[in-house]
């Protein structure tokens, strides 16, 4: 039986659900990694209603996810790293490949007739 190699066994959830307040407070911050916020810009720029911007970016620095400046919020150092570098891997394979190298039908050209069982 195949056994997953890169799992040490711990079936954990995503570190926040899409959707949630964690959510969308998190997806600002990645947006901005060199950028700190108040808690009220926050609520502002989300939609989070500012009662619970606290607590849920609290919730968010014990899971290592934020960090918090003086009164400021913002991304962890090794999150925002961790997206830097999803971005430019993502953009050195559009480089290499274009955009959508199947989005074509002249692959299927080549390609060798397998039968009607196919």
């Given at each position: 039986m195949p056994i997953k190699i890169d799992s040490d066994g711990d079936e954990t959830a995503p570190p926040v659900r899409p959707g949630?307040?964690?959510?969308?407070?998190?997806?600002?911050l990645l947006d901005h990694p060199d950028m700190g916020?108040?808690?009220?810009?926050?609520?502002?720029?989300?939609?989070?209603?500012?009662s619970s911007v606290h607590k849920t970016l609290a919730r968010l620095r014990e899971k290592g996810l934020v960090r918090k400046?003086?009164?400021?919020?913002?991304?962890?150092?090794?999150?925002?790293?961790?997206?830097?570098a999803s971005l430019v891997s993502l953009a050195s394979i559009e480089a290499e490949y274009g955009d959508d190298a199947y989005a074509d039908d002249e692959w299927a050209e080549d390609a060798p007739d397998l039968g009607e069982n196919a």
């Open positions: 949630t307040n964690a959510h969308r407070l998190l997806a600002v916020f108040s808690p009220r810009e926050l609520a502002d720029l989300t939609d989070v209603p500012h400046v003086d009164s400021y919020w913002a991304v962890a150092d090794d999150v925002a790293a961790s997206r830097v």
